[in-house]
């Protein structure tokens, strides 16, 4: 059983920075590959970033060139630094761990979300 726990939401003006970090209570942590997603108000949850355990990048188009994803197996925990935050950023943002992959159509852990709001 791994918990995940988000933190580092909140309220940034457009064209600002916000770095989201999961700390990941699992001894087993650096053998999942690990990712956000986000969900805006009335609209589906979509894909943001992942990270596999061998180190490898994924991002979502919409976020390319922005923002960052890494992770410390040492220290059980996943970042997602977000520069140039645009309003269209705005949504809840939801730590996600899987075996194999979390863009598969089964993710198998879930962190509670954290809130980030871009302003104009």
């Known amino acids: 059983q791994v918990q995940l726990v988000e933190s580092g939401g909140g309220l940034v003006q457009a064209g600002g920075s916000l770095r989201l970090s999961c700390a990941a209570s699992?001894?087993?942590?650096?053998?999942?590959?690990m990712g956000w997603f986000r969900q805006a108000p009335e609209k589906e949850r979509e894909f943001v970033a992942e990270?596999?355990?061998?180190?490898?990048?994924l991002y979502a188009d919409s976020v390319k060139d922005r923002f960052t994803i890494s992770r410390d197996n040492a220290k059980n925990t996943m970042s997602l630094q977000m520069n140039s935050l645009k309003p269209e950023d705005t949504a809840i943002y939801y730590c996600?761990?899987?075996?194999?992959?979390?863009?598969?159509?089964?993710?198998?852990?879930w962190g509670q979300g954290t809130q980030v709001t871009v302003s104009s």
């Open positions: 996600a761990a899987d075996w194999l992959t979390v863009r598969g159509r089964h993710v198998d852990y």
């Open positions: 699992e001894r087993t942590f650096s053998s999942y590959s």
């Open positions: 990270i596999s355990r061998s180190g490898g990048i």
